[in-house]
């Protein structure tokens, strides 16, 4: 059980596109998902946490215009990361947190690379 | 001082020895603390979950966290090759967001 799945997982895209990418809960329901970002040898790094039903609750630093998050569901998360730049490439992480809550603990899909090019 | 220290290795031990991970915190707040095992290009993946200070046994794996340290541990029994990974301590709790440490990356050598 508690089954994360991200959709790409990988992806490679030119300089200014949008890259779409999709957190789902496969076996239980998830009030709130969070995203992350993983550069190597670095720990995770939270760039928001996203509600369902809600506007997303965004880290500081981290852009809200161009990390665009929807959670359209209670099983559905989704990143967009807008007019993507080099810099912009990373590993990118999502986690659902079962709901109802009562824990912290999180399930991690199974993370997303992308390579701006 | 960041809010949760974790030594990033790499640790390398021989197939069968047994690891000792651990991470000191200093946020009183931390009520959960997590252990999650991470491969190389992929998602965490979640360990242990305790509560409490004391011990968690499973299987080949044991946390022990002492609240009064501000101190955790993840204790892996006769090691296997396919142990190694990055494995990363967490905490959060009340009001505080999940707080990850940096992660150890683990060898264990057959």
């Known amino acids: 059980g508690a089954v994360v799945s991200q959709h790409p997982s990988w992806v490679i895209c030119k300089s200014g596109t949008s890259v779409k990418i999709e957190c789902r809960s496969l076996?239980?329901?998830?009030?709130?998902m969070f995203w992350y970002r993983q550069f190597p040898k670095q720990s995770l790094m939270l760039m928001a946490t996203?509600?369902?039903?809600?506007?997303?609750?965004?880290e500081q630093g981290v852009e809200k215009d161009k990390f665009l998050i929807n959670h359209a569901s209670l099983t559905l998360s989704t990143l967009t990361v807008t007019s993507a730049h080099p810099e912009d490439s990373s590993f990118y992480i999502c986690?659902?947190?079962?709901?109802?809550?009562?824990?912290?603990?999180?399930?991690f899909g199974p993370g997303t690379r992308l390579t701006v090019l | 001082q960041k809010e949760v220290e974790q030594d990033p290795g790499p640790l390398s031990v021989p197939e069968g020895a047994i690891v000792s991970l651990n991470c000191t915190y200093s946020?009183?707040?931390?009520?959960?603390f997590m252990w999650y095992r991470q491969y190389s290009r992929k998602g965490p993946e979640l360990l242990m979950y305790?509560?409490?200070?004391g011990n968690k046994e499973d299987g080949r794996f044991t946390a022990q966290v002492d609240k009064s340290s501000k101190y955790i541990s993840l204790f892996i029994r006769d090691s296997q090759p396919s142990d190694s990974a990055t494995y990363l301590c967490?905490?959060?709790?009340?009001?505080?967001?999940?707080?990850f440490g940096i992660g150890t990356k683990l060898q264990v050598i057959p």
């Open positions: 076996d239980f329901q998830a009030t709130t």
């Open positions: 986690s659902a947190r079962p709901s109802p809550g009562g824990t912290d603990t999180q399930y």
């Open positions: 946020n009183s707040a931390f009520q959960y």
């Open positions: 996203s509600n369902e039903g809600s506007k997303a609750t965004y």
């Open positions: 305790t509560y409490s200070s």
């Open positions: 967490a905490m959060g709790g009340g009001y505080q967001k999940v707080t």
